[in-house]
């Protein structure tokens, strides 16, 4: 699936967080590794993104809603305010169902290793232990033991309650300062429908367990 083209309208729907909801903007540039959009407004005022937020872009191909995850990269605060998204994997880019990007905190278990990590003699690749502290149908928030740069590829093994997803994933962000645990933002590159099915339903089951005791 293609790009939106510029000038084309399209809208940032931001998933969670206090301006959570869709804005209306258009294309306004695209480059080898970002894509810039005129800054959506909320009636006369910018709508406050800032650097390391996650959005989703939407808009209309052949009467399809489609779209795709990123990430700002910058405020461009020249003549015309603009965002500076990162721009998507082909791949990446799908017919959209909102619900795949409901973002739940969790306490999860993962295990990670470097995609197109050799196997060692016996056929088996070393995973090595994480954690997920927040999940959506199309990315992730982990915990490593290691630091990696945005840009890297990851195959994670994730363990729901009741199975296990394998995923492709594509480190977009470092979430928290050099103090603390290193803490991924991570994009689902590569992952099964039917997986992330069943991380949906998982998230929509979780949170309805935590309706009815009250914590949400």
Same mark, same amino acid.
């Given at each position: 699936?293609?790009?939106?083209?510029?000038?084309?309208?399209?809208?940032?729907?931001?998933?969670?967080?206090?301006?959570?909801?869709?804005?209306?903007?258009?294309?306004?540039?695209?480059?080898?590794?970002?894509?810039?959009?005129?800054?959506?407004?909320?009636?006369?005022?910018?709508?406050?993104?800032?650097?390391?937020?996650?959005?989703?872009?939407?808009?209309?191909?052949?009467?399809?809603? %489609?779209?795709? #995850? &990123?990430? @700002? *990269?910058? =405020? !461009?605060? /020249?003549?015309?305010?603009?965002?500076? $998204?990162?721009?998507?994997?082909?791949?990446?880019?799908?017919?959209?169902?909102?619900?795949?990007?409901?973002?739940?905190?969790?306490?999860?278990?993962?295990?990670?290793?470097?995609?197109?990590?050799?196997?060692?003699?016996?056929?088996?690749?070393?995973?090595?232990?994480?954690?997920?502290?927040?999940?959506?149908?199309?990315?992730?928030?982990?915990?490593?033991?290691?630091?990696?740069?945005?840009?890297?590829?990851?195959?994670?093994?994730?363990?729901?309650?009741?199975?296990? %997803?394998?995923? #492709? &994933?594509? @480190? *977009?962000? =470092? !979430?928290? /300062?050099?103090?603390?645990?290193?803490? $991924?933002?991570?994009?689902?590159?590569?992952?099964?429908?039917?997986?992330?099915?069943?991380?949906?339903?998982?998230?929509?089951?979780?949170?309805?367990?935590?309706?009815?005791?009250?914590?949400?």
């Amino acid at each position: 699936m293609r790009l939106p083209t510029i000038n084309q309208r399209v809208t940032i729907f931001i998933p969670q967080g206090p301006w959570k909801g869709r804005y209306s903007t258009y294309m306004e540039a695209v480059d080898a590794s970002t894509i810039r959009v005129a800054h959506p407004m909320f009636g006369s005022a910018l709508v406050p993104l800032m650097p390391g937020d996650e959005v989703v872009v939407e808009y209309l191909e052949g009467g399809d809603r %489609i779209g795709f #995850e &990123a990430t @700002v *990269v910058q =405020r !461009a605060n /020249d003549a015309t305010p603009g965002l500076i $998204l990162t721009r998507p994997e082909p791949s990446t880019i799908r017919s959209l169902q909102l619900r795949d990007f409901v973002r739940l905190d969790v306490s999860l278990p993962i295990e990670y290793v470097l995609s197109g990590t050799h196997r060692e003699e016996g056929g088996k690749v070393q995973l090595k232990p994480g954690r997920l502290i927040d999940l959506s149908g199309g990315g992730a928030q982990i915990v490593t033991e290691e630091e990696f740069p945005v840009g890297t590829r990851l195959d994670l093994v994730i363990h729901l309650p009741k199975q296990l %997803i394998p995923a #492709e &994933a594509e @480190v *977009v962000r =470092r !979430a928290t /300062d050099s103090e603390g645990p290193v803490r $991924l933002g991570v994009r689902f590159s590569a992952i099964e429908e039917r997986d992330r099915e069943q991380i949906v339903k998982y998230i929509f089951a979780e949170q309805r367990r935590r309706r009815k005791k009250g914590l949400v």
